[in-house]
């Protein structure tokens, strides 16, 4: 279920070099959204930005939703000078989330850049369920300066682990890189969990996650991945946002942004 919603913004809050956290008031979504669904944001009211932007719902809470984004182009620039007060037109939830199995002890969380987006979110979802579940964090980023969230996802009661390309902090090279890493430590421990009772969830840039989906693949775990796409409708009406998948070509905004890794045909 979705809605059209006009909602007043409770904060536009810089957290970073071009990077914004919005809190929108939007109890609609904030009661029903699912972590890894999204929203559409009209940027401006005028005709200078037409189509809407999607989001990915960053956290929920009992009244409002957080919105995390880096200014890219002309519409994410447009909200970056939105103030508290004042009004956005949205649309949500849309999408397919994240699935969490009931079996699962152990969680894999890998988030490239703005990946960490819906990963919060989902990272709450699993420690709210069961605080027992085991959950690792792996962020990756160009340089410190980009990190982002990795205090907030050790205030959710997960383990953080970080790369940087240029070696600034944490692992020296990708994010990818760090995963196997991280892997080969569970290896050497001979303590890996059985297939089901762990899973990655991976958000970023299209080859990162398609390296990600191989490493699951390789290690024999199960993933599942949001992709990051341009939806110009949102709603599966425009199909500018396929996919090819063995089950023949999809759309990301309707039957994802999530899916199976298994399922995408990676280029």
Known sequence: MMQITECRILENKRIGPDYFKFKIVAPFIAEIAKPGQFVHLRCSDSSEVLLRRPFSIHRGYRNYVEILYKVVGKGTYLLSKKRK??????????????????????????????????????????????????VVVLIGAKTKKELLCTQEFKEAGCAVEISTDDGSKGFRGSVSGLLVQFLRKGEDARSPLPSPEQMIYACGPEEMLKKVSEIARRYNIPAQVSLEEDMPCGIGACFGCTVRTIHGYKLVCKDGPVFDANEIIWE
Do not use: Y
């Not at 960490?116 to 990272?123: F, G, S, T």
């Open 85 to 134: 007060g004042d009004v956005l037109d949205m649309l949500g939830p849309l999408g397919n989330g994240f699935e969490i199995p009931s079996d699962l002890r152990a969680a894999i969380l890998v988030a490239g850049g703005m990946g960490v987006a819906p990963l919060l979110m989902l990272a709450h979802k699993i420690k709210a369920e069961n605080h027992k579940i085991k």
